[in-house]
């Protein structure tokens, strides 16, 4: 029950919501797709508004639920405790990514999801609470099953998933994004190690 109410503790995670509500808007309206969607060569010539709203664009349904409702989920999670990450990271880890992919995978014509955002986010977390308590196994296990799902996607060559099923049958796991990810979280990380950028814990009167 404790952990219940620290969970809820706090302001809703406003950001979190309204990039959930667009994301849905845009899963609702699926002619959007092929404007919206991560493309390199539209990219290429100038629609540079792909390398965030790609990231809003989803592969049915099933899809849109794992990856919007993780989102909300880390939002509860982060963005009360880590409001300058949380707000920066889910305007600047989106274009991140895409630019990640757009120099290093040229192979990567089309992407879509929060997947990778999702990692980079979760990753920030694990490291963070890990840095509060080194003696914690919980955190380091959350790293170690993010290493391992990396190295899956690797080994399967982005046929990995997991019970996601996409309604495009081209569409694969794209390892690179989630590496790209990886790397934002890490270099956020130690940016906020290096200048001790508090964590807004709860006020003591909510404590028991």
């Given at each position: 029950m404790r952990q219940l109410r620290d969970f809820l503790s706090g302001p809703p995670p406003w950001a979190f919501l309204g990039v959930f509500l667009v994301s849905l808007i845009v899963q609702l309206n699926p002619g959007w797709r092929d404007v919206l969607i991560y493309d390199r060569p539209a990219i290429a010539h100038g629609q540079v508004w792909r390398i965030w709203t790609g990231h809003?664009?989803?592969f049915g349904w099933p899809h849109f639920v794992a990856d919007a409702g993780l989102l909300f989920i880390l939002g509860w999670l982060l963005e009360h405790k880590h409001p300058w990450?949380?707000?920066?990271?889910?305007?600047l880890m989106p274009a991140f990514i895409s630019a990640v992919l757009y120099w290093?995978?040229?192979a990567m014509?089309?992407?879509?999801?929060?997947s990778a955002v999702n990692l980079?986010?979760?990753?920030?977390?694990?490291l963070q609470g890990w840095r509060h308590n080194w003696t914690d196994w919980f955190w380091p296990a959350v790293l170690a099953i993010y290493v391992g799902e990396v190295i899956f996607e690797a080994v399967q060559g982005g046929r990995g998933g997991g019970m996601i099923?996409?309604?495009?049958?081209?569409?694969?796991?794209?390892?690179?994004?989630?590496?790209?990810s990886a790397a934002y979280a890490l270099l956020a990380w130690l940016i906020a190690w290096r200048k001790r950028l508090p964590v807004v814990?709860?006020?003591?009167s909510d404590q028991p």
């Open positions: 809003l664009v989803h990450f949380s707000r920066v990271g889910l305007v290093f995978d040229p014509v089309r992407y879509g999801g929060l980079g986010l979760l990753l920030y977390l694990a099923r996409f309604d495009d049958p081209g569409i694969h796991v794209a390892t690179s994004a989630h590496l790209a814990h709860a006020p003591a």
